[in-house]
Each structure stands twice: as C-alpha cells, then as structure tokens.
C-alpha cells in the first residue's frame, strides 16, 4: 500500500510555471519509482527520448547525456554534470561543479551549486540548493534555501524501509521507501551544515537552524539545537 501524504500540505502549486504537469495530490507519486513514471511522461510530452534537447545555455566543459530537458533562460556551467532523466526548466542555474544524477525535477529558477548533488528529487520554482548539498530522493517547495553544506539523507544506516511523523496525528508512518530524504515545504530554510535524516518533514516557512541535526516532522517555527 502506497502512502500518503497531502501536496497541500507542502506547498502550493497555484503559484508555480508548471501546476498543470503536477496532477497527483500525493507526495509520492513524485518519490520513488512515482518519480520515475511521472518524470518520464513529463519528458515524453516534451518529446524527449533518449538523447538531451536542449534550449538553454550549456558551456563547454559541462556534461550532458540521456534523457534531459533543458528549457530556454537556463544557464549550465563548465563542469557541471546532468545525467538523465532530467527537466531543467527556464532560469534554472545548475553551477560549477555541480552534478545531477537522475530523475530530477527542477522548476523555474532553481539553483543547484557548486559541488550540489542531486538525485531522485523534485526542486520546484526558486529552490536552491546553491553550495556543496547533498539532496537525495527528497521534495522541496518554492523558494526552500538550503544553506552551504547542507545535507538531506536519504538511507538509514541499516538500510531498512524509512518511517516519517504523520503531520495531523503524530504518529510514525511506513513510507514504503528504503530511500526517501525529506520533503520540505514552501519557503523553508536550514541553516549552514544542518543534516536531515531519512523521512524528514518541514511544513512551510519553518527553519532548521545551522550545524544541526534534525529527525522528524516540524509543523511551525524553527528548530534549534
């Protein structure tokens, strides 16, 4: 059984370039193997295949390949690499160094920095991951900023099947992913060198505060060491 947790909740897609492409109201259809099935059909309708189509700005030194998209305003540059499949909407700046490893979703004026990583993840409108993060399997809001060095985990230790903090009943939930970081709602921030572990959730304009670790679900305020 699939779980569920409400987009609303999360963000609110009235204000983005593209709230027609997101037409499931549960987080994980954008998680997971739901990623991988929506992004494909995203791409097929741009009529993307296997090889990049690319309208934007890519400098010589960067690595393209695979099923990728790349939208006219956005900039990708030198020795940054993109590895399908990937949207890369207008605006977008994927900087130096930075490196997108499949199955992303990045909305109009994201950032992904020098040395970001970035996998199995939704950046909708205005995120930045804009130095040295990590964000794996995670979906973050319009206008999220992770501070430099932050890292979004997504494994547990011992690899078993990660569990999150139901919002509404503050109860642990089987998320039905051994890999699921966080989900983090519209205008969140955290703090330089904050970490957060497998199955976190930031409901919207809530702040991790820097160097911290954070597990669990944060409704309101921000989260202090």
Known sequence: MTAFLPLETFVDLRTILDESKFTHDNVFSYLGNGLSRWLAAVLADL???????IFGTVHPGAFV???????EGAVVEPTAM???????????????????????????????????????SVLLDGAKAAHFAYVGDSFLGQ???????????N???????????????????????RKFGAVIGDRCETGCNAVLSP???????????PAMHYQ???KSGVAKP
């Not at 009529?47 to 189509?53: A, F, H, L, Y």
């Not at 390949?65 to 939208?71: D, K």
């Not at 494994?155 to 992913?177: D, I, M, Q, W």
């Open 155 to 177: 494994l547990k230790l011992r690899g078993t099947e990660v569990k999150y903090t139901c919002p509404r009943e503050a109860k642990r939930v089987a998320s039905g992913l």
């Open 47 to 53: 009529g993307v295949n296997e090889s990049p189509k």
């Open 216 to 218: 669990g679900t944060l």
């Open 65 to 71: 390949s695979g099923a990728v998209y790349i939208a």
């Open 82 to 120: 993109i590895t399908g499949p990937c949207y890369i909407g207008p605006e977008v700046e994927v900087r130096h160094g930075a490196y997108i490893r499949g199955n992303v979703y990045a909305g109009k004026g994201a950032v992904i920095g020098h040395t970001s990583e970035i996998k199995g």
């Open 143 to 153: 206008d999220v900023n992770l501070g430099a060095g932050t890292k979004l985990a």
């Open 199 to 209: 199955g976190t959730l930031l409901l919207p304009g809530t702040a991790v505060m």
